[in-house]
């Protein structure tokens, strides 16, 4: 803060130019190096409280890191299941496919690998 912008800080507020040892009305230097200790107090709070909040946004960011992490772990589970599932839907075709073909040919190999199936159609569903 330069002493022109104390000067009218200080009239603004009730100061009084005083007669200085040079001849000119001023404010008395303790004035002004009182005006730089708050200014440099008010910079270093100032500081402080952006230093609080950077802590803050990068707790945000270390939580939201986090809970990416769980939802990329959900999301591969997911993935996971749903293989499964592609599978359990190609197992249940096959037996219905077979099922309709031994209705067709009424053959006993095939009634039984239809139940076959059919079996493991059930175990993969559960």
């Known amino acids: 803060m330069k002493n022109d912008d104390i000067k009218a800080l200080a009239l603004a507020n009730g100061f009084k130019l ?28 100032k500081a402080e409280e952006r230093e609080k909040e950077v802590a803050g946004l990068l707790q945000k960011i270390d939580d939201l890191g986090r809970q990416w992490d769980g939802c990329s772990a959900d999301v591969t589970r997911l993935q996971t299941r749903v293989k499964r599932l592609e599978h359990q839907l190609k197992v249940c075709a096959l037996a219905l496919q077979m099922a309709s073909d031994q209705s067709a040919q009424d053959n006993p190999i095939l009634s039984q690998q239809t139940a076959q199936a059919a079996i493991e159609a059930r175990g993969l569903l559960k």
């Open 18 to 45: 005083k007669p200085q040892p040079d001849g000119d009305d001023d404010l008395n230097q303790y004035v002004y190096e009182f005006a730089a200790c708050v200014a440099d107090l008010a910079a270093e709070v």
